[in-house]
């Protein structure tokens, strides 16, 4: 029983003794434990996502975030096993580090390495760049470096750059991150979908269990979005390439050119490009939407709408420009060919072929100078006026001035019309012309489609219309046919093409120093040309726009001829072959055969082994002559009778058959045209006459 009783009692005090140090750990030192714990465990660790992917249209990677990498080397790591293994492999360390890294030799690296290792460093430098995941791969398989970081002392730090597949391509428009990824971005898409691309952080907290860090996920981090953009790589290729080499022609300073789809208003292509000090082009600033330049003579586009849809004019309304020089309320109004004399008397449709001032800026007066107000209503009602909302930030607001407003005196309407005494970013012009091009629908230009995530589109953006109508049918039909006029008859040739119709405005005009006029020091000019292809049935529009100093200065020679170029291959590169004229190298293909001497027709398809019907009796050494027809599996051979007093007929013949078998006949030919032949004068199973001529029309 005793026994028994020392038992509970030692339990018993056990026990207490138990309690009491557990009273004692919560509260009398409750404070000193929580610090032991904190020096082991870290909370709420922030994890970053990965930043989504911009795309092009047709899917391919614009900008993505890569990781690169800083590698180092622990030459304490694995002890002296280690360092004896590194010692044995160092020559295929060196020679396999300089096939990676060319610009260094394996001797470099083989100094550099064994000054590491003297160091006994701990976090030793291998390379000084930064390298890619594909680098870092390769030179994780060399000898050594392939253990563990504990065992073999390589190791890595990360960095996640963003990065531009197609370089610089778009690359203003893209945008930019700061170099510290966690300020987020500078501009561009980038800016403006930050919060779908950047995605939300993850927390988690760092505890120490057995000597080692475990990372306890709280919140898992969420990955950015995707953003579809509606940039198609193949036509920004198109427009920077055609631009830039005229930029370097010319020797200008600035130079833009937008691409647009003009029934949803999706940008296809945008380059900005600026002359650097190096005497380069490169995209520094978004000058398609930020410039606030007076546009010139694609204005006037706009003020002959104006002046058309009030019944002010039609396009026969006739000015006589004179010499070219008028007088506007004591100050001259000059065409550029004033010196060559001007143009003389000519109606609205030929002063926009020929972009003259002096018939604009006086139709413009003549009828609203008592109520210049009608004339600004007038361009409000096209909202040519209006900010875009664009979904990158940057986009400068249009400035057009009305009578009430400080500065406006009576030349300002003249020149307003022409161009002069409003700012108008390029953006906003190539968004009035697309609308000419929409039947009159004005569409906010749009640069991002979608954005997705995980295969699914989180978020479509839709085409927003602007102005359901910017005027009347009979107003749209008029302008679009004088500017039609305006490439193919006008000072707009350039800009056309032979194998479509194109419509546009050409403008040329004098840029503002400001306070210090126009005409200080040298003059510098913009040029541009804005339009839409084809005309009838427009798909595209697109305007260039090139800043310049000193003349010459051409809209049409400079601008239009690098929106012809884009127009071209733009064209070229959407063109569609209808599948069912592709031909199987198996099939038997059935040539159309011109008429002619048959025998000869047989000879040559029975070579070829196509499929013959003939209907015609075989007469050897004689001259036979036929027609043929081309059925859907074989050439079918049809002879005609031989009429000596008669005419034969040649049609459906070449030149050569049709002359020989003629003047055989003592007949004499005179031909019009190429191809074959489709009429003749005297014809077939009329009388002979002799010496008479026979006219073969060919096509």
């Known amino acids: 029983m005793t026994r028994y009783f020392f038992i509970v009692l030692l339990m018993g005090l056990v026990g207490i003794a138990i309690v009491v140090k557990g009273a004692m750990i919560m509260f009398a030192e409750r404070q000193y434990w929580q610090d032991v714990a904190d020096r082991f465990v870290k909370e709420n660790v922030a994890v970053k996502p990965n930043r989504g992917n911009i795309l092009s249209s047709d899917g391919k990677l614009m900008a993505s975030s890569l990781p690169e990498y800083r590698i180092y080397m622990d030459f304490k790591a694995g002890g002296e096993k280690k360092d004896t293994m590194f010692m044995n492999h160092l020559g295929e360390i060196c020679e396999g580090l300089h096939q990676i890294f060319p610009d260094k030799s394996a001797a470099e690296f083989k100094r550099h390495l064994l000054n590491g290792r003297k160091k006994g460093s701990r976090n030793f430098l291998i390379y000084p760049k930064r390298i890619s995941y594909i680098q870092y791969k390769e030179a994780k398989r060399l000898p050594v470096f392939n253990l563990n970081k504990y065992r073999g002392g390589f190791h890595e730090q990360a960095y996640n750059q963003r990065k531009k597949p197609f370089g610089s391509l778009a690359a203003q428009t893209l945008g930019r991150l700061y170099a510290d990824t966690a300020l987020g971005a500078r501009n561009g898409i980038e800016l403006a979908f930050d919060t779908l691309l950047k995605g939300r952080d993850g927390i988690t907290h760092r505890q120490k269990v057995m000597n080692k860090y475990l990372n306890i996920v709280d919140l898992p981090p969420v990955d950015g979005c995707d953003i579809i953009s509606t940039i198609d790589v193949g036509m920004q290729d198109i427009c920077e390439k055609a631009l830039v080499d005229k930029l370097k022609e010319i020797n200008a300073n600035v130079g833009v050119a937008v691409l647009m789809e003009v029934a949803t208003g999706e940008v296809k292509a945008i380059v900005n490009m600026m002359k650097a000090n190096d005497g380069n082009y490169y995209e520094m600033n978004s000058n398609a939407i930020s410039d606030m330049l007076e546009p010139g003579s694609t204005f006037k586009t706009a003020s002959i709408m104006v002046a058309l849809e009030d019944g002010k004019i039609t396009p026969d309304t006739e000015v006589d420009t004179g010499n070219g020089i008028m007088n506007m309320y004591g100050s001259k109004m000059r065409d550029h060919n004033w010196h060559r004399g001007g143009y003389g008397k000519i109606n609205v449709t030929r002063i926009l072929e020929v972009s003259s001032n002096v018939g604009v800026s006086y139709l413009i007066d003549k009828h609203y100078k008592d109520n210049p107000q009608k004339f600004v209503d007038g361009l409000k009602r096209m909202s040519i006026d209006q900010p875009l909302h664009l979904q990158i930030p940057g986009e400068g607001k249009p400035n057009i001035k009305g009578p009430k407003e400080r500065y406006f005196a009576k030349?300002?309407?003249?020149?307003?019309?022409?161009?002069?005494?409003?700012?108008?970013?390029?953006?906003?012009?190539?968004?009035?012309?697309?609308?000419?091009?929409?039947?009159?629908?004005?569409?906010?230009?749009?640069?991002?489609?979608?954005?997705?995530?995980?295969?699914?589109?989180?978020?479509?953006?839709?085409?927003?219309?602007?102005?359901?109508?910017?005027?009347?049918?009979?107003?749209?039909?008029?302008?679009?046919?004088?500017?039609?006029?305006?490439?193919?008859?006008?000072?707009?040739?350039?800009?056309?093409?032979?194998?479509?119709?194109?419509?546009?405005?050409?403008?040329?005009?004098?840029?503002?120093?400001?306070?210090?006029?126009?005409?200080?020091?040298?003059?510098?000019?913009?040029?541009?040309?804005?339009?839409?292809f084809p005309s009838e049935a427009p798909k595209y529009s697109c305007i260039v726009s090139i800043q310049k100093p000193g003349l010459p200065a051409s809209g049409g020679l400079m601008a239009g001829s690098v929106f012809g170029k884009i127009a071209e291959r733009v064209y070229a590169k959407n063109l569609r072959f209808d599948i069912r004229s592709a031909i199987d190298s198996t099939t038997n293909v059935i040539p159309a055969v011109k008429a002619g001497e048959m025998n000869e027709a047989l000879c040559v398809l029975n070579e070829l082994d196509v499929p013959v019907q003939k209907q015609f009796p075989e007469q050897k050494k004689k001259e036979l002559w036929g027609h043929t027809q081309a059925a859907p599996s074989a050439v079918i051979l049809q002879g005609q009778e031989d009429s000596s007093g008669t005419v034969p007929s040649v049609i459906g013949m070449g030149a050569k058959d049709a002359v020989y078998l003629l003047e055989s006949k003592g007949l004499r030919v005179r031909l019009n045209g190429v191809g074959r032949v489709k009429s003749q004068s005297i014809a077939g199973g009329s009388r002979i006459v002799k010496g008479q001529t026979v006219v073969l029309t060919l096509r």
Request: aromatic share 10%; net charge positive; glycine share 10%.
């Open 411 to 532: 030349t300002t309407l003249p020149w307003m019309s022409i161009g002069y005494e409003t700012q108008v970013p390029p953006m906003n012009i190539l968004t009035f012309y697309n609308a000419i091009a929409n039947n009159g629908v004005m569409v906010r230009p749009k640069f991002v489609k979608a954005a997705v995530k995980d295969g699914e589109v989180i978020e479509k953006f839709p085409t927003e219309v602007i102005n359901a109508k910017i005027c009347s049918d009979h107003t749209l039909t008029q302008i679009r046919e004088i500017l039609r006029k305006v490439v193919s008859e006008g000072l707009a040739k350039p800009a056309g093409s032979k194998q479509f119709s194109v419509s546009g405005k050409t403008g040329t005009a004098q840029i503002s120093q400001g306070a210090a006029g126009y005409k200080s020091g040298r003059v510098n000019y913009l040029v541009s040309f804005c339009g839409y």
